[in-house]
């Protein structure tokens, strides 16, 4: 309201061909359009890193896809997905720390029924990589968090 800043955000966009389920090009579409809504002005959050987790026999947690789970397209909704990663961790964790950094990466859609496996490493002090499998196989995304 007053021009102060709040907070930031970065985020990565695609779009893929309903038909294929491929990526589209989006500066391709309606004549490059969306160039237009590209801002120069620079952002101080790094650009996300390439996460990696050493995936366990046994995952840290596990939980069949329900109906408040998905969106109107059938799919899990990217908010629950968000949910169920920060319940994976006690809440005393929230009480004395907060979320200094938090990325993920979408790799492939889960559906109502779906059995998810989260899966969390700790890969430095106050530092956690998750990977979320559906039905014991694919990756359907992965998460690092910081905390301080």
Sequence with gaps: KEGRTVGYARSIWAM??????????????????????ICDEPCP?????????????VADATLTAKYSDIDINGHINSIRYIEHILDLFPIDVYKTKRIHRFEIAY?????YGDEL??????????????????NAGETTCRTKIIFE
């Design 16 to 37: 893929i061909n309903l038909n294929t389920r491929k990526p589209a090009d989006l500066l391709s579409m309606h004549g490059g359009d969306i160039a237009g809504y």
């Design 45 to 57: 959050i790094e650009k996300p890193s390439r996460i990696k987790v050493d995936v366990k026999d």
């Design 107 to 111: 790799i492939t859609e889960s559906y």
């Design 117 to 134: 496996s989260f899966f969390k490493e700790e890969t430095n002090r106050n530092e956690y990589n998750i990977e979320v499998k559906k």
